[in-house]
């Protein structure tokens, strides 16, 4: 059996969103900066995917821009709010959990003159208002803190987040790359003055994402070249990949409903038979304000890496850590400010739920993983040790 527990990391690309893309490569391939009616014609779904985008944000056409993903949106975000508003000060403030596109970009600009304020979680993985409230100072021009974390999937306080910039005037960016498929997200409601999205996530194509930015917020542009996206953001229109993530959004807007409840029932089964039936396990961040996809345990007295591999023997795709930091032997800086042990974060794993998983799957899962925790602790010296076992040597 083979079982993909990873979405987080990505999703498959629904059919219908492949077929709504195909007419865009093999018919209507122009470029839609052309002007002759192949390039007319891209412009149009180019068009139509904006303003259906825009609407399911309660948005403007004219404040979503085109991006490769969530890794440039997040980068130009940040970027280009420092660059526009560094004559009004050069404080950030974001957390200690968010996404490497988020903290490399925040790592670059201190080494500009930036200072960056890192907020620190709870238990739940969540940042504390009052904390954000005693860290903002006079000349902090931009807060960004993420919708909802990937690796806890703990959802972060937005709307109030959302509500204190507004009455103090500073720019909130929040990377929304993990909540959107299952959070319906009104950028209006919620005070958001950018957010960052990408496609892949939420059963969309891989290479496509965006970013909003509200009418009126100063930033800089970050790619430089030819006039698309209003000069904003120059390079090729990726008009398969805009219309694809039109079709994602749409789909995930409409099925959102159906599909939470289908993946809270599997994950809160998988959750419970873990805690039930595998001891000296721990559940990382809360159970309240949480993705519905998301479970992520640490299992005491083995690596992360040995479960992620033993599973994956039997056909079943986890992560350690988040993927892109995965590969790097430091325990996860997202585990570690839940006030984990560094031994805990080392042997945590996710595993993220989507609606192509079955309920037999996630039993299957809970079975394979129940035997092999067993098994590499049954081969594990420190666990024999501390449980008082003589060791074979
Ligand atoms: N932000 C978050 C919270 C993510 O989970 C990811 C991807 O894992 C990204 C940003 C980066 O998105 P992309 O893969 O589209 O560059």
């Known amino acids: 059996m083979k079982v993909y527990l990873d979405n987080a990391a990505t999703t498959s690309t629904d059919k ?12 209507i391939y122009g470029n839609a900066s052309s002007l002759h009616g192949y390039g007319r014609e891209a412009a149009k779904a180019v068009d139509e995917s904006r303003a259906k985008i825009a609407t399911l944000f309660n948005a ?11 890794t440039e949106s997040d980068n130009w975000a940040l970027r280009g709010v420092a660059y526009a508003n560094k004559k009004n000060g050069k404080h950030i403030v974001t957390t200690a959990v968010e996404h490497p596109a988020v903290m490399q970009t925040c790592a670059q600009l201190e080494k500009e003159g930036f200072e960056i304020t890192y907020l620190p979680t709870g238990t739940d993985g969540r ?4 904390d954000l409230k005693k860290a903002v100072r006079d ?4 807060v960004s803190v993420m919708f909802a974390n990937n690796e806890t999937g703990a959802i972060m306080p ?11 005037g500073i720019v909130f960016h929040t990377d929304a790359v993990q ?6 997200i009104d950028v209006d409601k919620y005070g958001i003055d950018l957010l960052s999205l990408s496609a892949h996530k939420f059963h969309g194509p891989k290479g496509i994402g965006l970013l909003y930015i509200r009418s009126g917020v100063k930033i800089d542009r970050l790619i430089f070249g030819g006039h698309q996206e209003r000069t904003y953001r120059a390079g090729t229109t990726n008009t398969p990949g805009i219309v694809g993530m039109a079709k994602a959004l749409e789909l995930a807007d409409s099925e959102m409903e159906e599909n939470n409840i289908k993946i809270k029932q599997m994950r809160d089964r998988f959750i419970e038979r873990v805690l039930n039936e595998i001891p000296d396990c721990k559940l990382n961040g809360g159970r309240e304000h949480r993705l519905v996809s998301n479970a992520n345990f640490s299992f005491d007295y083995i690596e992360g890496e040995s479960i992620l591999m033993t599973l994956d023997l039997h056909g079943i795709a986890v992560s350690s850590g988040s993927a892109c930091s995965s590969g790097s032997l430091e325990p996860s800086y997202v585990i570690l400010a839940t006030g984990a042990s560094i031994e805990e974060a080392h042997s945590s794993i996710r595993f993220s739920f ?5 309920m037999e799957e996630a039993e299957y899962a809970a079975d394979i993983l129940r035997d092999e925790v067993a098994k590499l602790r049954s081969w594990s010296p420190l666990f024999k040790e501390i449980k008082g076992e003589s060791i074979n040597v």
């Open 60 to 70: 403007k056409p004219q404040e979503i821009y085109f991006t490769s993903g969530g």
């Open 127 to 130: 940042i504390d208002i009052s």
């Open 139 to 142: 000349d902090t021009i931009l």
């Open 354 to 358: 989507g609606k192509d998983n079955t």
């Open 179 to 184: 909540a959107i498929s299952s959070i319906k």
């Open 16 to 27: 219908r969103v492949v077929e709504s893309m195909l007419p865009y490569m093999t018919e």
């Open 158 to 168: 937005i709307k109030e987040i959302g509500a204190f910039c507004k009455e103090n």
